[in-house]
């Protein structure tokens, strides 16, 4: 049997600020190579370090069940945030201070993966099929890591019948919040052009800004929609307003902006953007929109049963299914298999002295052990 807080502790301690490669990687293959999986590693991008086309390492494992067992994947991402300064001890020292485990990563995710890890060696070999679908690149760009792991596991024919996110989904205590989808994302950047003159001499140029205020004022002015049964509204939100200009008496020559709209399953990307490029055509504008997600939803029904009777086993808590908070790679998994998120207690997540409690690995490594043999046999 596995220590979870001895995989933990061995995850946390290679330092893997977004996008991972080697260490991280080494030291979880070696956990999954002695409990029977067969680790795949590759490594996708070949752009300069702090590009979007920076290297990626992924990791896709499995540990074949019976011939036409039922297979369940864990999924999540062993790359981090920065850690910043003002630690109380080591970012990637992990550290178990009273009844805490601190370090980065300790919730967002190599907790859960250790978990998972965990689980895996908990449930026998033939009963069914267990794989590892991790990346080194969620908290980037995300161009080379599940997607790239998804194109592999369609080449080799591997067809998860569901998939368990570790994202850290708690929100109070261990238990009491599971993703069962999330609220898709599009940013677009919007551009005026003027033409720059003097300001005493308005006649002879063109100010963007007031067309660009304009435009603005239509986006905001928006009402996307009033939410559904299981997403909220959408929202359009003004992330940037940009003009150069570094004189007090000239007229700029371009205006710009940027919005971030996160959207139900009322609309997709491509709808969105062309609602703006036409508010932005409207004003002589231009808009650039880049879809980092598409919504998903996973209705209630036998998963996400399974998963609550696993989380109300180990803690007496009724996990609620929500599909609050931001994205995750399940944007991505979703046209693998149904997909459900469940994991840690996010309170500490991407702050100095990440924690979490000890208890709550071990709980977790329960959870998900429950949860996969019951997949397995057949109950979800």
Not at 86 to 114: C, N, Q
Not at 258 to 283: M, P, Q, Y
Request: charged share 20%; hydrophobic share 45%; glycine share 10%.
């Amino acid at each position: 049997m596995t220590d979870v807080l001895d995989l933990a502790k061995r995850l946390m301690a290679a330092p893997s600020v977004t996008p991972a490669t080697g260490e991280v990687f080494d030291a979880l293959e070696a956990m999954l190579a002695p409990l029977g999986f067969e680790v795949t590693r590759f490594t996708r991008g070949e752009g300069a370090a702090g590009t979007p086309e920076a290297p990626v390492e992924n990791l896709f494992a499995i540990r074949r069940g019976p011939e036409g067992s039922r297979h369940l994947a864990f999924a999540g991402h062993l790359d981090v945030v920065p850690p910043g300064g003002g630690w109380t001890s080591e970012a990637f020292e992990p550290e178990v201070r009273g009844e805490l485990l601190y370090g980065r990563g300790a919730v967002d995710m190599k907790g859960a993966i250790a978990c998972m890890v965990d689980a895996a060696a908990q449930v026998p070999a033939d009963a069914g099929t267990i794989s590892f679908i991790i990346t080194g690149d969620e908290e980037g760009p995300a161009l080379h890591g599940t997607r790239a792991l998804i194109n592999f596991m369609r080449e080799q024919g591997h067809q998860p019948d569901l998939c368990l996110v570790g994202e850290p989904t708690s929100v109070n205590r261990l238990g009491d919040m599971m993703k069962i989808g999330r609220r898709g994302s599009v940013n677009i950047w919007l551009e005026v052009q003027g033409t720059q003159g003097h300001v005493a001499y308005p006649h002879l140029a063109d100010n963007p800004i007031p067309r660009l205020v304009a435009m603005l004022a239509d986006l905001d002015a928006l009402v996307l929609d009033e939410g559904t049964d299981w997403f909220q509204p959408s929202n359009l939100e003004v992330t940037e307003i940009d003009v150069p200009n570094d004189a007090h008496n000239v007229i700029p020559a371009v205006a710009k902006a940027r919005i971030s709209i996160r959207f139900n399953d009322l609309h997709s990307g491509a709808t969105l953007s062309e609602k703006v490029g036409e508010i932005a055509e409207k004003h002589g504008g231009s808009a650039l929109p880049i879809i980092s997600g598409e919504p998903f939803l996973t209705p209630p029904g036998a998963f996400s049963d399974t998963i609550a009777a696993a989380v109300k086993a180990e803690t007496g808590v009724d996990p609620e299914p929500s599909t609050t908070g931001g994205t995750s790679d399940a944007r991505f998994l979703r046209s693998v298999c149904p997909v459900i998120e469940f994991g840690l207690v996010n309170a500490t997540m991407h702050k100095t002295n990440e924690a979490v409690a000890v208890e709550d690995l071990a709980a977790l490594g329960r959870i998900y052990a429950r949860i996969a043999r019951d997949v397995l046999a057949g109950q979800a």
